[in-house]
């Protein structure tokens, strides 16, 4: 199984290169983001819940998207792999993440992390916010509250992945085409 974490800040491209990744890989994309939207269109009480957190750019609990999660890749057994974007975001999830896939005898591969500076993902959230309207993406504080969120709880699982020599890098600017073969490259290697 090829099982890839996408990693980096909000903004970073994340959405947009799963779905290039998922196509060339024949992949099964589990994005917390697009589960939890999902479930909050759904009105769901899971979605209404963790509403509250997400209109704030706050992390929502980590039980939430756990078990949304475990569900996804219980239901997808003859998966190729999995891109789990936008998850895990915590130590926690990150821990749990690598016992539900032990006990189902896999791994994660590799943690591909797009860098891209505070200015760029400002920049392009506000763009993101302005065609998508999503809520989140048009107001400043709450997008800074959402690159705080991360350089605090979701930044420390670089050292995570690192210390299990999985941890990889990749610029983040340029072209969605130029990133994807960045990306690519280093899958293939
Ligand atoms: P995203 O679409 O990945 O930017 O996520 C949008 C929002 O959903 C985040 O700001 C969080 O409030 C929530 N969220 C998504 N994934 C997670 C996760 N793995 N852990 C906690 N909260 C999450």
Redesign the pocket.
């Known amino acids: 199984m090829l099982n890839i974490v996408l990693f980096g800040p909000?903004g970073a491209g994340?959405?947009t290169q799963s779905e290039k990744l998922i196509k060339s890989f024949q992949l099964v994309h589990l994005?917390?983001?697009?589960i939890?939207?999902n479930e909050i269109a759904k009105k769901t009480d899971a979605g209404l819940e963790?509403k509250k957190?997400?209109d704030q750019?706050?992390?929502?609990?980590?039980a939430?998207?756990i078990r949304m999660i475990a569900d996804r890749i219980d239901s997808n057994k003859n998966a190729n792999g999995f891109i789990f974007?936008?998850?895990?975001?915590?130590t926690a999830?990150a821990e749990e993440l690598d016992k539900m896939l032990k006990s189902r005898n896999s791994s994660i591969t590799m943690m591909l992390c797009l860098d891209v500076d505070d200015n760029e993902l400002l920049k392009r959230l506000l763009n993101r916010g302005k065609e998508s309207g999503r809520s989140?993406d048009q107001d400043e504080s709450i997008i800074a509250r959402?690159i705080s969120?991360y350089n605090s709880k979701t930044a420390p699982l670089k050292e995570y992945y690192s210390a299990q020599g999985k941890f990889h890098s990749i610029n983040g600017i340029g072209s969605v085409e130029d990133i994807f073969n960045r990306l690519c490259a280093v899958v293939e290697a």
């Open positions: 909000p994340k959405g994005s917390t983001g697009d939890l939207r963790a957190m997400m750019g706050l992390l929502v609990p980590d939430t998207v974007d936008g998850f895990p975001r915590t999830q989140d959402r969120e």
